[in-house]
């Protein structure tokens, strides 16, 4: 096994994915809310790139099992019932529920590479238990940043980093890419939440007042859930 | 100023330099090379893509002034004066010629720059050079590491690092991008050569019998030229 990591967004149409497992990260905030959610009973999550597909694809779903999430801006879009904060994501309000996600720039790298047999979804919150998934496929790991408007995004990179060490650990090769990533985890990893407020997502986020998501958002290991994203819906399995 | 770093090959097309100087960093072995037979007196060097350009154009040009470099596969292609090991550029054999250059990565990674008004080519042979003429110029820096075949390449961006580091001393913001390599550059400082020895292309080159073009490609300092790239030749000033 070898793992790689993609330290800035690529456009990589037609994407092959044969013999890898690729492991999408959007700390800051999609794939921590999609986890959130999930763990907290909601059945699935649909990604989807704009907001016009979201409200399009809500109503052909039953309205009563159904919520739409995601942001613009970093704000809650006119129309949805919840923003991309994933404290939103309660048991009380996603439990049995599924949910329609747009955000800038995590739902657009899920859909990169919708194309591929193997996608899990991972952040801080549940690091651990997406690299013990990883080691027990027969798969190279390749763990996608969705970085922030097609460029670089540290604290993706810095997540990514944490679980190449693990893998590491777990006797995974590293690439050269992999190698910076888990320099840069070692940098950061006595203050993440200093690592997140001081990155320009995390800047972004503090100016809109939503300064709680960042101490939520590198939690490490809260969650043992794995979603994986297959047919255009996340899922826990 | 605010200092940037493409961390991974991008595709730009059309790429807009507007308020910017890019550099374009391949420190085994193109702009190493390029920075050499410029200091030995080199007149010009004009980076091509393709092994037939390279015969093409030097056809058109005075055969006596000019030599054909660059490699394939690592290794000098059948028919050229020179490969690509800076070495071989010494002032016996470059001063007073026009360099007609085709390489794997590098070549390409200028190409991919050439529209753009300012580009300069660094390695870490001219690093502060490159940092003093970014500083006098009124342009934010973009790096532009040259990649391996289009990955990430570990010691074109420690080398870009080692650059943000003396940029930041000079009073030049950096990205979050530019912040990593200069964590990355660091990380491995102590030992540059060490550093080169195990990245991916190092290996390679060292599988070749081309260990000795590491040792020269990470001395640090060794030049005070700066070469530009214009209108699709590079020279110095």
Redesign the interface.
């Known amino acids: 096994m070898r793992a790689d990591i ?3 967004p ?2 990589v149409p037609d994407r092959k994915g044969e013999g890898k497992v690729f492991v999408v990260i959007d700390v800051l905030r999609a794939t921590t809310t999609i986890i959130e959610a999930l763990s907290n009973g909601c059945t699935d999550v649909i990604p989807v790139v704009t907001v016009d597909e979201a409200f399009d694809l809500a109503k052909r779903l039953p309205r009563e099992e159904t919520l739409i999430g995601g942001e613009r801006g970093g704000l809650k879009v006119k129309g949805f019932d919840l923003g991309n904060s994933p404290s939103e994501y309660t048991r009380d309000v996603v439990c049995g529920k599924r949910v329609v996600l747009t955000t800038t720039n995590g739902t657009k790298a899920l859909r990169s590479v919708a194309g591929c047999e193997n996608v899990l979804v991972a952040g801080f919150t549940n690091a651990h238990a997406v690299v013990q998934r990883c080691l027990a496929m027969n798969a190279n790991p390749v763990m996608v940043p969705a970085g922030g408007k097609g ?4 604290e993706d ?1 810095v997540c990514g980093g944490m679980m190449m060490d693990l893998l590491k650990r777990g006797g995974v090769a590293l ?3 992999a ?2 990533s888990c ?2 985890y070692k ?1 950061f990893a006595h203050d993440l939440l200093e690592m997140a407020r001081n ?2 997502h995390g800047g972004k986020l503090i100016q809109l007042g939503l300064e709680e998501d960042l101490a939520f958002c590198v939690q490490t290991d809260i969650s043992s859930s794995v979603p994986s994203f297959r047919e255009g819906s996340v899922r826990l399995g």
């Open positions: 993609e330290l800035m690529q456009d460029k670089f995004s540290l990179v690439t050269d890419a190698r910076a320099i840069l940098a990155s320009e």
